[in-house]
């Protein structure tokens, strides 16, 4: 992984911690699941409006959407690394075979 994507989940995994006053991150959690995702959802609906406007605004976006998307799979307990190793699993088929995949397993 990248060096600043493991620095930042380790900046999460440590102020998750900490008191809300000192860190934003430990007031997300402090929040609970609901509360991480309502700002997550948030977070995503400025990325969607940004896409009208400028490419700076769109990339200011997207990088608080991927923060908080990682505080809440922080906050479910889930490791990112799972998710790439998922991804990789993933991009061995196409996107409509791993779909109709899914759908299968699900029944």
């Keep these: 992984m990248n060096r600043i994507l493991v620095k930042l989940l380790s900046v999460i995994k440590k102020n998750k911690k900490k008191k809300i006053n000192q860190s934003y991150t430990a007031k997300l959690f402090k929040s609970g699941i609901s509360g991480c995702k309502k700002k997550f959802i ?11 406007y400028s490419k ?26 799972q998710v790439v190793k998922e991804l990789q699993k993933r991009s061995k088929m196409s996107g409509i075979s791993e779909k109709l995949n899914r759908l299968k397993n699900v029944r």
Excluded: C, P, Q, W
């Design 42 to 52: 948030e977070e995503v609906n400025e990325l969607i409006i940004s896409l009208k």
């Design 56 to 81: 700076d605004g769109v990339i200011h976006e997207a990088a608080d959407v991927f923060f908080h998307y990682l505080v809440l799979l922080e906050r479910k307990g889930v490791d990112f690394r």
